[in-house]
């Protein structure tokens, strides 16, 4: 079946450093990728997505690769900010059934 | 548009209640889904509807646990009876249901103890 594995947190990291947060994927077909983040007290919501491979999604200086070869779909930002500072999900969706998989979630917490 | 409304947002109950969860999903989506969170467990998908129609409710923990949608704008959750390892943030989500890898949109989140 379709599954996620993303990074153990938590992470911690200073103000303007740069964030790599790792996600690989197994899946039967071509699925969509996405990432959500959780900010305290609230709902999840969606930061970015990729449809298919190659397909690069961004958003608020965050970005992730959809890469097939690799199986990845791993999160970048060149330079966090406190405001940054939440959970963050790695999620595929398999088209095909509307089958919707999210990973453990990423604590990150950005410090001034 | 108000995006996906859930009642209560908390919900403190003793053991051996019934608890009923509300959601009201995004006008015009098709695809409703039941989630929990905890911390052991992460996010956990219960069940999910397709045009009110239940398709997949292998996540639904056990009997204790109903979930229905009698209409495109309204589905529950029900646990009866309660227990205290119920307790959790239980999250509905509804996805305009193309079926093309689309983006799902979350509730806030009812926050539910059970004493």
């Known amino acids: 079946g379709n599954s996620v594995t993303q990074m153990e947190g938590p992470v911690t990291l200073s103000e303007e450093a740069f964030l790599t947060i790792n996600c690989t994927y197994t899946?039967?077909?071509?699925?969509?990728l996405f990432w959500y983040v959780q900010y305290p007290g609230e709902g999840l919501q969606l930061l970015l997505k990729?449809?298919?491979?190659?397909d690069k999604g961004s958003n608020k200086g965050f970005e992730a690769t959809y890469r097939k070869e690799t199986t990845s779909f791993h999160l970048e930002k060149g330079s966090v900010q406190v405001s940054d500072s939440a959970v963050y999900f790695c999620?595929?969706?398999?088209?095909?059934?509307?089958?919707?998989?999210f990973g453990a979630g990423t604590r990150l917490t950005v410090k001034p | 548009d108000a995006g996906v409304i859930q009642s209560p947002r908390h919900e403190v109950t003793e053991m051996g209640q019934e608890v009923t969860l509300r959601c009201k999903p995004i006008?015009?989506?098709?695809?409703l889904f039941w989630y929990r969170q905890t911390m052991m467990r992460g996010l956990e998908l219960l069940i999910y509807?397709?045009?009110?129609?239940?398709?997949?409710d292998s996540g639904m923990p056990e009997d204790r646990f109903s979930a229905k949608m009698p209409n495109a704008s309204f589905s529950t959750l029900k646990i009866q009876p309660s227990e205290p390892r119920d307790s959790a943030v239980y999250f509905c989500?509804?996805?305009?249901?193309?079926?093309?890898?689309?983006?799902?949109?979350f509730g806030p989140g009812t926050r539910l103890l059970v004493l």
């Open positions: 999620a595929l969706s398999d088209p095909r059934n509307n089958d919707m998989r």
């Open positions: 899946a039967t077909g071509y699925p969509s």
């Open positions: 990729a449809t298919k491979a190659d």
């Open positions: 006008s015009g989506h098709n695809s």
């Open positions: 509807f397709n045009n009110n129609v239940p398709i997949d």
């Open positions: 989500a509804s996805e305009p249901g193309g079926g093309k890898g689309e983006t799902q949109y």
